[in-house]
């Protein structure tokens, strides 16, 4: 069985490679990478690694003939994802891949507010209906991600949100990375969609109080509504899109759309999901400011 892997380079894709070239023949690994020469490792060790991209649709189509299974990692094109990412089902439909899975989003519901739930369903729904089998890897909000905000609430003594009361499942990229390698390299996931959720829902309140016990420093919470909330980030300095994009993630929370916990990602690897308090413990030094 081929197996090849979009985003090879990138940070989920990385932990993923390292992951399956350790698990499988890696000479039936194909990596694709815009910037290959940084997976020169990966080669060295028996995988192929091949230049590819979505945006070259010929090159691509090209890289991926003879691949069985295709994970495919979501374009960081934030821009013209959707299209980018349906044209390449496209592609590997045309050139007989069997399997396809994605890296999706929680809840990619009609309903969810979240900017990047139209790329996901869209491809999800382009997946469906291109006649391979699929898999759906819907990874909630990555907890490294906690590890920014934090240095920044932990520095100031206050973490803003929108959030309410709402919830998040935070999971880490190497959870995640675990649960696409254990999909890619067993058998039984066709037309399955996978909900890879963190062991327990966050709120605001609870992570502020969180960053409070593992630096011994004072965070206060602060509640604000959406407007505000983007007003105060784009004062900081923080472009408009991601203002928009964060404050479209803190009202999906406060609808509960990131609540949900799964055992998904355990059932898938044996192995229990990584605390918010683990991913915070192991960066004391850095949310202090040390």
Known sequence: MNVAVTGASGGLGRRIAELLIETMDPTQLLLLSRTPDTLAGFEKRGASVRKASFKNPTGLKEVLAGVDRLLMISSGDVDKRLDLQR??????????????????????????????????????????????????????????????????????????TNAGDGGTAYVTRNDCARAAAAVVTTDGHEHEAYDITGPEALTQAELAALLSEVTDKPV???????????????????PQETADLM?????????????????DLSDLTGRPATTVREVLERNRERLRGE
């Open 247 to 263: 404050a479209s993630f803190g009202e999906a929370t406060r609808k509960g759309f990131l609540k949900k916990v799964s055992s």
């Open 87 to 160: 044209q390449t089902v496209a592609l590997a439909q045309q050139v007989g891949v069997q399997h396809i899975i994605y890296t999706s989003m929680a809840q990619p519901s009609a309903d969810n507010p979240s900017f990047v739930i139209p790329d996901h369903a869209g491809t999800e729904q382009a997946i469906r209906e291109s006649g391979m089998e699929w898999t759906f890897l819907r990874n909630n909000v990555y907890a490294e991600g906690l590890v920014i905000a934090g240095t920044q609430a932990v520095a100031s003594g206050t973490l803003l």
């Open 220 to 238: 206060a919470l602060e509640q604000l509504d959406d407007d505000a909330y983007f007003d105060r980030l784009y004062d900081a300095g923080i």
